[in-house]
Nanobody
Framework: QLVESGGGLVQTGDSLRLYCAGI????????MGWFRQAPGKEREFVAA????????DYVDSVKGRFTISRDNAKNMVYLQMNSLKPEDTAVYYC????????????????????WGQGTQVTVSS
């Protein structure tokens, strides 16, 4: 099980830090991802990190503004979001596969087996 937190209502240019806690099993040996879904749109990839934290990937629209990180000792994944824009408004989901997947698969939703309930991020203009 994955549980997200940290969402909220902020203004353009503000920062938020999202948290994803692994409950009931360890996710320290697999990549972790963040996805988001805006109203009326499909769920899209935001960022991913490999099991050790040494490799990351971001969608172009958040590069330079968002940072994904993890703490395997705490079974936690984080998404630091800076310089937020109204187009970042969405429900953000944490996800994990049940086994190791290739980095080339990180952006595909179908490779992820565990999903959190989501946390709402709203950025006002």
């Amino acid at each position: 099980q994955l549980v997200e937190s940290g969402g909220g209502l902020v203004q353009t240019g503000d920062s938020l830090r999202l948290y994803c806690a692994g409950i009931g099993r360890t996710f320290s040996s697999v990549a972790m991802g963040w996805f988001r879904q805006a109203p009326g749109k499909e769920r899209e990839f935001v960022a991913a990190i490999n099991w050790s934290g040494g490799n990351t990937d971001y969608v172009d629209s958040v590069k330079g503004r968002f940072t994904i990180s993890r703490d395997n000792a705490k079974n936690m994944v984080y998404l630091q979001m800076n310089s937020l824009k109204p187009e970042d408004t969405a429900v953000y989901y944490c996800a994990a596969p049940s086994a190791r997947i290739k980095a080339t698969s990180w952006r595909e939703r179908s490779w992820y087996d565990y999903w959190g309930q989501g946390t709402q991020v709203t950025v006002s203009s």
